[in-house]
């Protein structure tokens, strides 16, 4: 089973930027995608980018282009985060699925998240 860690967070002035990694082990078939969510609170668990293991396509939420990165090194993804604003705020997991999708129900392995807070 896909074993997913991730680590990075932390509280950042707006306009900052943090690296979010996600080291995933366990896998069982060479084809895969892993995504970043995020939950603020109070509010549901919603999709930030993606990237499948087939050509390295990788996908945004239209709230992060431009200033969101994702991208894979080995068994590690990134997620770098630029420009940040206190509406990224929230608990950031990473998720291992087969479905490029933005549902969280697509994704069958979640890591334990990484606070990620945006505050002056």
């Known amino acids: 089973q896909l074993q997913l860690v991730e680590s990075g967070g932390g509280l950042v002035q707006p306009g900052g930027s943090l690296r979010l990694s996600c080291a995933a082990s366990?896998?069982?078939?060479?084809?895969?995608?892993i995504g970043w969510f995020r939950q603020a609170p109070g509010k549901e668990r919603e999709g930030v980018s993606y990237?499948?293991?087939?050509?390295?396509t990788t996908y945004y939420t239209h709230s992060v282009k431009g200033r969101f990165t994702i991208s894979r090194d080995k068994n590690t993804v990134y997620l770098q985060m630029n420009s940040l604003i206190p509406e990224d705020t929230g608990v950031y997991y990473c998720?291992?699925?087969?479905?490029?999708?933005?549902?969280?129900?697509?994704?069958?392995?979640w890591g334990q998240g990484t606070q990620v807070t945006v505050s002056s």
């Open positions: 998720a291992g699925g087969k479905i490029p999708s933005f549902s969280p129900t697509d994704f069958a392995s």
């Open positions: 366990g896998f069982t078939s060479d084809y895969y995608v």
């Open positions: 990237i499948s293991s087939r050509f390295g």
